[in-house]
């Protein structure tokens, strides 16, 4: 009996040795499997990280210019010199840079400034303030000092809902309001608030200046000139948009060429960039009052009539946006329709195309075009052409039959086309509002002349060839 007793026990040993051998083989193969999918997921990311920084290498440098400022505001704390004369005040100066360095220069300087006008103006009232309530005594003071704090703050809030202000300062408000507050409250229990305030209002200003000098003068990009390529690169897009899906509908029997398909669609729906890109032009136009002048863009450059273009823009892509929508739907126009009208809506989106891109070469260049009036002309030829044509054509008024049946028929045939021929003529008469968005912005940022830059490239030419003799 103990001999068969010892054998089970011996069974049962043999068995639980073999069942934690294999929960431990379980447990490293998830483990295993959690590292390998974590690791899969670390390339992955590297290679997204990569490829972003490998397309913009303007991110890497901004990168490298937030390094450099923080590590020369940082130097307060490691030099003794400078760590006496500022003290643990100089957190302040590392705190800005983090808080106010932005991606452009325009925004960068635009949160410095209001940083540093919210923080000093703040500092004054909150010291006046509690100058006053010190002299009123210590039941009075409390009293004050909340009183003071409620009023202040509520009235900054409210000038935040104020457009012009919420526009141009809304960052300094709510920096004014956080000033005020820390001050006011930390004023109540600290006794030398005056030198308390001038050493943070020092190391702030150290900061945000150390900010501007870095942002600008390390490879600055600039607002401006990120709205004006903006603007530029949307009108384009508008054009090839335009084209291609006029293209699209009446040369549809054509075969496309292989692996033209994808960047003809990307064409096509480039008009959806300019249907999204509001929010982002009223930004940049924003900052880039705030960035000194350069080049070609003077201190008080038009950049509130870029917004404008940008709203004419989205009002003729709108219109390309229902001509697709048109184009796509299920009731498909016959093909001797079509050809009916091809040849001269062709025209229409070919002229209206060249009106678009000259304008978006005028802005790019900067220079008045001698060729929009006449290309501006043709447009409007066309489109009176295309507009006769639908009056005149009685195929297009009058359906060729007499039965119920046979009036729904040639219906469903004429309505896509009809639609489409009218929405061009729709499109034409709102590019023409781009134009004179267009040529409001040359008269008011004084673009040069277009015979005026011609002579100057003629003479730059004559310079080389001299030049090239000696």
């Known amino acids: 009996m103990g001999g068969d007793k010892g054998g089970v026990k011996e069974v049962e040993w043999r068995i639980k040795i073999e069942d934690d051998d294999t929960l ?61 004369g500022v003290g643990g005040n100089a957190m302040w100066a590392v705190v800005t840079v983090v808080v106010v360095f ?173 249907l999204s890109s509001k929010a982002t032009e009223e930004s940049m136009a924003n900052l880039a009052r705030w960035e000194p002048a350069r080049g070609r863009f003077n201190f008080r450059h038009p950049w509130k009539q870029y917004v404008k273009i940008g709203a004419s823009m989205r009002s003729c892509a709108s219109c390309i946006d229902a001509l697709i929508g048109c184009i796509n739907s299920d009731n498909k126009s016959s093909d001797e329709m079509k050809k009916n009208m091809s040849s001269i809506c062709m025209k229409v989106g070919g002229n209206t195309g060249s009106v678009i891109r000259e304008l978006a070469s005028t802005i790019r260049n900067m220079t008045k075009s001698s060729k929009v009036d006449i290309l501006v002309t043709e447009m409007n030829s066309a489109a009176e052409e295309l507009r006769n044509l639908l009056k005149s054509n009685p195929n297009l008024v009058n359906p060729p039959s007499h039965n119920a049946e046979g009036i729904e028929i040639p219906l469903m045939e004429i309505i896509q086309v009809v639609t489409v021929a009218s929405l061009l003529i729709e499109i034409v008469g709102r590019v023409e509002g781009i134009v004179k968005a267009v040529e409001e912005l040359s008269h008011l940022a004084e673009f040069e002349p277009a015979l005026c830059v011609k002579s100057n490239t003629h003479k730059y030419d004559e310079a080389i060839s001299t030049l090239h003799m000696v």
């Not at 990311?45 to 210019?65: M, P, Q, S």
């Open 102 to 274: 932005e991606y452009t220069a325009g925004a960068t300087i635009y949160k410095t400034v209001n940083r540093m006008c919210g923080t000093s103006l703040a500092g004054f009232l909150a010291i006046g303030v509690h100058w006053v309530a010190s002299k009123a005594g210590e039941q009075l003071e409390p009293i004050i000092v909340g009183a003071s704090l409620f009023l202040l703050a509520s009235a900054a809030t409210f000038s935040r809902f104020i457009p012009t202000i919420k526009a141009r300062f809304d960052y300094g408000a709510m920096i004014f309001i956080l000033t005020f507050s820390l001050v006011s409250v930390s004023g109540y229990r600290v006794d030398e608030l005056l030198g308390m305030a001038q050493y943070r209002m020092s190391t702030i200003i150290i900061g945000s200046i150390m900010c501007i000098i870095v942002s600008v003068t390390i490879s600055p990009i600039w607002a401006g000139q990120e709205l004006h390529v903006l603007v530029t690169g949307n009108l384009d897009k508008l054009a090839n948009s335009l084209e291609g899906c006029v293209a699209q509908y009446f040369d549809s029997n054509e075969a496309p060429e292989a692996g033209s398909d994808e960047e003809s669609n990307k064409k096509l729906l480039g008009y959806k960039c300019v």
């Open 24 to 84: 431990k083989g379980v447990v490293v193969g998830c483990m295993w499997a959690i590292t390998a999918g974590l690791a899969l997921k670390l390339c992955k990311f590297g290679k997204k990280a990569w490829e972003l920084g490998v397309n913009d290498t303007r991110k890497i440098i901004h990168c490298l210019k937030v390094g450099v400022a923080l590590s020369a505001v940082s130097l307060f704390y490691y030099l003794k010199p400078l760590y006496d």
